[in-house]
């Protein structure tokens, strides 16, 4: 019996620094946090060595390629700490979407205020849509004030960022949290 062949993802190559030996630049500049000089390779290297650390490059786009004597473990994990700050920072915004009928009752249109205020806490955008079906389409000026109601409801937290404006059976608008406020 033969054994099929899994298909196995390859796993995201993690791009690290060249450090010690790894350099191929014949000529560098070694910065610290006093000052920075240019110097060979083996000079650099030595250097580092004397001290019991590494060589990190830093920048290998630059001419000559800047690098830097640290511990590689510390930088590694500094360069972690680092990126992960800077992942939590970039949040990507949602639209959340909220519907609901021509005929929605009062409470549940309560509901949904609220629920559109803890969207907006949250710093999302809320697309708020109001469908209309059958007869309903005869009363879209109703449909429209049922919206804009909502719209009022939320005023003290969301400014509108897209009119109400129909689409086909149903009228839709965007608001998006107001600015300034910390969610």
Do not use: C, W
Request: glycine letters at 4%.
């Amino acid at each position: 019996m033969q054994k099929r062949n899994r298909y196995v993802p390859a796993k995201k190559k993690e791009k690290k620094p060249r450090i010690n030996e790894g350099i191929t630049a014949p000529r560098v500049r070694l910065v610290d946090e006093e000052d920075s000089e240019e110097m060979s390779i083996a000079e650099a290297i030595a250097k580092a060595q004397a001290e019991d650390m590494d060589l990190i490059e830093i920048s290998p786009n630059a001419k000559p390629p800047i690098v830097k004597i640290t511990d590689f473990g510390r930088f590694m994990y500094a360069q972690k700490k680092k990126e992960q700050k800077q992942k939590a920072h970039n949040k990507q915004t949602e639209v959340k979407m909220l519907r609901f009928s021509f005929r929605t009752e009062k409470h549940d249109l309560d509901r949904i205020v609220s629920r559109a205020k803890e969207f907006l806490e949250e710093r999302h955008l809320v697309k708020l849509v109001v469908r209309l079906r059958g007869r309903e389409m005869t009363n879209k000026d109703y449909a429209k004030k049922k919206l804009m109601g909502l719209v009022e409801d939320l005023k003290e937290v969301s400014d509108v960022e897209q009119e109400v404006k129909p689409q086909g059976n149903q009228f839709t608008v965007i608001v998006r949290p107001k600015r300034g406020e910390k969610g």
